[in-house]
């Protein structure tokens, strides 16, 4: 609950942000652009080892917390060690003139050179092999022909699938010179991803993390989207647990081996969203920007280790 002081700050922030908003925004409200036609299956090198859902776009079901084993720990720490490389590499594109389909290309062609199948493509359908969120998308955003402009925010969230098991990590990128706000809406976010992580350990509730960047945003002018939650991951791309980045009762205590995502949303202003007719493109109800940061972590004997570094 909102302290009377709290919420009274947090009043005035949003009277401010409606009355900047109506003289003039210092960005871009986002609209999906065209794809380009989607890979056919057929055309993956050969070479790549594909996940099971390739070819239907249905990914089996995992029904419980798998404990990873050793050998299972060392495949995860390569393949996420590869999406994080592979999303430090997409930085190089991100400046004005550059469209979104030009990262998918990057991300579809590092992977598949490193031997490695970009997890999100023809996942439950999805057209692409990476997401792209721009300034009011909040996340699963499709890459398209809209060129970045300058004072836009873009998360870019890259997943790739090698040796059985897939590696999950985002980051929000700014494009040439971005307000006070937008910064600012980067720096928090990427706190609250943190704020996640410092709660994370053997013992530790789930839900710990969720109350923590909770109570953390609540000190700040943003606000969470409770909407999206982080996962498990492993041999599949989402299983559980589900992670929420709200005060949630989700059971469960964390054990060495397991292994799951931490991939706080947060809005500059509402936490409500809209999913477009694409059926993938989540956008904030008031065209407000959203960041995002994402990271791929184990659980260990003495605390945790983020993989996708
Ligand atoms: N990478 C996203 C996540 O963090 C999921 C994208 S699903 C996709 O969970 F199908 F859109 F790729
Ligand atoms: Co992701
Ligand atoms: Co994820």
Redesign the pocket.
Known sequence: MDTMLQSMRRSLYSFLKMNIKETKLNYSVVYPGRVSPQIHYKSIPEHVKCPPYYMTGKPSQQYSIDIKSEEEIARLRRTCKLAKSILNQCQELIKPGVTTDEIDKLVTQLSFDAGAYP???N????P?S??TSVNNCI??G?PDDRPLENGDIVNV???VYRENVHG???FTYMVGDVDASGKRLIEVSQQSLQVGLDHCGPGKPFSGIGKAIEEFLMTTEFSGVPA?T??G?GSY??GPPDIYHCRNDYPGMMSPGMVF?V?PAVSEGTSSLQILRDG?TAVTKDNSRSA?F?HTILITDDGYEALTV
């Open positions: 997890s999100p493509l996942y439950r359908k999805f692409k990476v997401c996340c699963h499709i969230d890259v997943t999950d990590c985002s999206f982080g996962h991951i791309f989402h995502t991939e993938w995002q994402e």
